[in-house]
């Protein structure tokens, strides 16, 4: 059950990318400029989900004296 709410919105934000890079190459005079700017919001999400990642806190790593309670 979880595998289903997990993948719905990972396989529709998929398929929204695909429908909007494939609407900017679609035509051969806009293909360059089109791949340019498919190119830029790639880079730009990358970098953006760099960013969060970096900036997250983490949780504390356990040792085995913490988790025995020592």
């Given at each position: 059950m979880d595998y289903c709410v997990w993948d719905t919105p990972e396989s529709?934000?998929?398929?929204?990318?695909?429908?909007?890079f494939g609407a900017?190459?679609?035509?051969?005079a806009s293909f360059l400029p089109?791949?340019?700017t498919s190119?830029?919001?790639a880079v730009v999400?990358?970098?953006?989900?760099?960013a969060t990642a970096v900036t997250l806190p983490r949780p504390a790593r356990e040792?085995?004296?913490?988790v025995l309670g020592r």
């Open positions: 529709s934000a998929g398929r929204w990318l695909s429908a909007v900017l190459i679609a035509h051969r089109g791949m340019r190119l830029l919001i999400v990358l970098a953006v989900a760099a040792n085995e004296l913490t």
